[in-house]
C-alpha cells in the first residue's frame, strides 16, 4: 500500500512533533517544515498528498505559500490558524485551500480533517482494507471484525485494536507502556494493568486456535504476537 504523504508547515516546533506522532501512527509520511520559503521548495521535492500549513509563519505567510502551491498544484490544503475570524477562514478558501483548522486544536480532529480532505479528493489508500491474516485467523481494523476459525467473535473496540498491532509487528516485543501509547494514545493516563487485562481477555479468544502463531507474554519486558514455522 502507498503510504501517503504530509507536509507539515508550521513555526513552533512542539505542535509539528505532536501533529508528526498522530499521523504516523495512522500510517502516513510525514515532512515538517518550518517557514514559508522551505515550505515550497519541500512542496515541489516531495510532491506531497496534503498540505498541513500553518498561517503565521516566517519569510512568508501562509497565505502567500497557499497562492504560491495553487500556481501550480490542486493538492489538498488544509490551513492551521490561531485566528477565528471569519475572515480569515474565508480568505483561506478563497485562497483555494480545501479546510481549516483553529488553533488550539486536538490532534486527533487534525487526522481526521486529514482523512476527509482526502477522501474527498479521491487520493486516498488509507480507504483500503487493514487487515491481517494467520492460519485460522483474521483481523480486520477497517470492519473491526475478529474472525477465528471462520467465525466473527464478538470484540471490543481496543482488543481489537491491540491484537491487530501486535499482528501486525510479529515477533516484535512491545513493552506495555509502549502498548499504551501506540494503541490507547498518546493522550492516555493509564496504568499497565490495562494492557494485561486486555491481553487477558484476548487469550481467552485466542488459546489453542492454532499452533502456527501465540499471543506471547515476554517476561519482565512486555507482549509479542509470535509466529511459527
Known amino acids: 500500500m502507498t503510504t501517503e504523504k504530509i507536509l507539515v508547515v508550521d513555526d ?26 522551505e515550505a515550497i521548495s519541500a512542496f515541489q521535492d516531495s510532491k506531497p498528498d496534503l498540505v498541513l500549513l500553518d498561517i503565521m509563519l516566517p519569510k512568508l505567510d501562509g497565505w502567500q505559500v497557499c497562492r504560491e502551491i495553487r500556481k501550480t498544484s490542486d493538492t489538498p490544503i488544509i490551513m492551521l490558524t490561531a485566528k477565528g475570524e471569519t475572515f480569515d477562514k474565508v480568505l483561506g478558501l478563497e485562497l483555494g485551500a480545501d479546510d481549516y483548522v483553529v488553533k488550539p486544536f486536538d490532534a486527533k480532529e487534525v487526522v481526521a480533517r486529514v482523512k476527509a480532505v482526502l477522501r474527498r479528493s479521491g487520493g486516498n489508500p488509507t480507504d483500503a482494507v487493514k487487515e491481517v491474516r494467520y492460519d485460522k485467523l483474521v483481523i480486520n481494523l477497517t470492519n473491526y471484525e475478529l474472525r477465528v476459525n471462520g467465525e466473527q467473535i464478538d470484540t471490543p473496540p481496543k482488543e481489537l485494536e491491540l491484537i491487530y498491532h501486535l499482528a501486525s509487528n510479529p515477533n516484535r516485543v512491545f513493552t506495555r507502556d509502549q502498548l499504551l501509547d501506540e494503541v490507547w494514545g498518546f493522550d492516555y493516563y493509564g496504568d499497565s494493568r490495562t494492557v494485561d487485562v486486555h491481553v487477558k481477555r484476548l487469550r ?6 492454532s499452533d502456527k502463531w501465540t499471543l506471547k507474554t515476554v517476561w519482565g519486558v512486555g507482549y509479542k504476537f509470535e509466529t511459527h514455522d
Open 204 to 209: 481467552e479468544k485466542l488459546e489453542g486456535v
Open 12 to 37: 513552533d516546533v512542539n505542535i509539528c512533533e505532536l501533529l508528526r506522532l498522530y499521523l504516523e501512527k495512522d500510517g502516513y509520511s510525514v515532512i515538517i517544515v518550518n517557514d514559508g520559503m
